[in-house]
């Protein structure tokens, strides 16, 4: 089951600036907040490229993200508390009229339930900013017992010649059932180290085109 934490990857696009690489989270009225930031050896025009191909395949076919974005990131072997809740994509569209991608999948809680065919619909905005930079805004459209809202923003931002800190921000709330199931400490287990797998693809990507490119 490599298809897992697929919504997590959906609120990973998010983040405000640190000055160095860094991640971390904080919980009050029952929203989950996390940040990170890895700073990253390429142009702005190389991640961007990245994001771009971030974004199409997440559209088009998720499963490529497996090989590069989510890499490493799915059931970890010999260590159950990582894999606490896991998610077994078994559809992804596209709708080009609303701009919105739908995902069917199994939320699998191990030895207690798995809860058959959840749909989740989300959006993606990308934004060009004045600095250079660029905002991606996800929205995840989905409420019931198991998740509540959950949305996030992620930024390449320039600061350097060939140099980019890559950022993000998610906001989580859960609903009644996973916010009960869900402690700081299986959030910690479950998400927060995902996150910062993803944030390192991203900028192992990013600096594997810039080396290959000569940028």
């Known amino acids: ?40 050896n390429a142009s702005l025009a190389v991640a961007d490229e990245v994001v ?6 997440f559209r088009g076919n998720p499963e490529q993200l497996f090989e590069w974005a989510f890499k490493g990131l ?5 260590d159950d508390s990582k894999n606490e809740v896991l998610l077994d994509l078994k559809l992804a569209t596209f709708d080009k009229m609303t701009g919105k991608s739908h995902l069917l999948t199994d939320i699998v809680v191990p030895g207690f339930r798995t809860y058959k065919d959840v749909s989740i619909d989300s ?3 990308k934004t060009k900013l004045k600095n250079g930079g660029t905002r991606v805004f996800v929205d995840i459209f989905y409420s019931n017992l198991l998740l509540k809202k959950a949305y996030g923003t992620f930024f390449v931002t320039p600061i350097a010649d060939n140099k980019v ?7 989580v709330r859960f609903g009644w059932f996973f916010n009960i199931f869900i402690t700081q400490r299986r959030y910690r287990n479950v998400v927060e180290w995902r996150m910062q797998g993803f944030m390192n693809n991203m900028r ?12």
Not at 52 to 57: C, E
Not at 74 to 78: A, F, H, N, P, R
Request: proline content about 0%.
């Open 1 to 40: 089951m490599k298809r897992i934490l697929l919504i997590l990857f959906t609120c990973l696009f998010v983040f405000n600036l640190f000055g160095r690489d860094s991640i971390s989270t904080r919980y009050a009225d029952g929203e989950f907040v996390s940040y990170c930031s890895v700073e990253t």
């Open 52 to 57: 771009d191909d971030l974004i199409d395949q």
């Open 74 to 78: 799915g059931k970890q072997t010999g």
């Open 123 to 125: 959006r993606v905005t």
């Open 165 to 171: 800190m890559l950022s993000m921000r998610i906001h």
């Open 204 to 215: 192992d990507e990013s600096e594997r085109r810039a080396k290959f490119n000569g940028k």
